[in-house]
């Protein structure tokens, strides 16, 4: 059975004006990243509706899978897409994890993501849905190119509403041990931190505040994008 030993969380608009990412933790149930776009404040609109509605389908509805939460989150973005006409290129990214009783149940939307831990070592980490990523499989340019690629924030997958909907990408981690750290973060992090780095990060058993704390020193210093994180630290009974 999976609990949960630690867990904490920083979001911060960095070096943007504003902060239109948007989190929420329901302790030891579901954890939610999301990530706005759509400039004048509209990208914070979107991920506060996505995080509303996420929290209240899985709050109110038992057993609900993860494309049926996503259907009702872009009902809700279009819905008021609908009643404000200047919203209407706003969407967000979308991570979130799931805790059943032995395994993790993963969703994401865009390049926001969702990293597992263990022992220092990175052993399960979302693919962006971004040009760059897609650039990358297919070999057009190497990862280290893609770092510092002019397109890398181009999305090729994000929550725009019901008139556009969109696919979830579905993992289930069943491979869970004790101590496993789980992180969800938008694409803010990723401007201070390689995967060696979070791995070195990662390497003792610490608190999850500990690693909050730490990502934020750094991000602070070189994430010019809103940063987000949410971290959580696996117990197994």
């Not at 897409?81 to 990214?93: D, E, F, H, I, V």
């Not at 831990?117 to 893609?146: M, P």
Request: hydrophobic letters at 35%; aromatic letters at 8%.
């Amino acid at each position: 059975m999976i609990v949960i030993k630690s867990e904490a969380f920083i979001t911060d608009k960095g070096k943007s004006e504003i902060n239109e990412d948007t989190l929420k933790c329901q302790s030891g149930k579901f954890y939610v990243v999301c990530d706005g776009v759509g400039g004048n404040g509209n990208g914070l609109l979107a991920s506060q509706l996505l995080v509303a509605s996420i929290t209240n389908s899985f709050t109110y509805t038992e057993n609900l899978v993860l494309s049926d939460a996503l259907k009702e989150a872009e009902q809700a973005l279009e819905d008021y897409k609908r009643k404000n006409q200047n919203t209407s290129l706003m969407a967000s990214t979308l991570a979130l994890t799931k805790i059943t009783t032995s395994s993790i149940e993963i969703g994401w939307v865009g390049d926001s993501r969702v990293y597992q831990f263990r022992k220092g070592k990175i052993i399960y980490k979302t693919t962006d849905h971004t040009w760059v990523s897609d650039a990358v499989k297919k070999g057009s340019i190497t990862a280290l190119e893609g770092l510092f690629h002019p397109e890398r924030n181009r999305l090729t997958r994000s929550v725009k509403g019901s008139s556009q909907p969109s696919a979830i990408e579905q993992d289930l981690l069943t491979d869970v041990n004790d101590n496993d750290y789980i992180m969800i973060c938008s694409d803010g992090i990723m401007e201070s931190w390689i995967d060696a780095d979070l791995e070195a990060l990662f390497s003792e058993v610490k608190p999850a505040s500990y690693f909050i704390e730490m990502l934020h020193q750094n991000c602070k210093v070189f994430s010019n994008d809103n940063y987000t994180a949410i971290v959580y630290q696996i117990g197994t009974l």
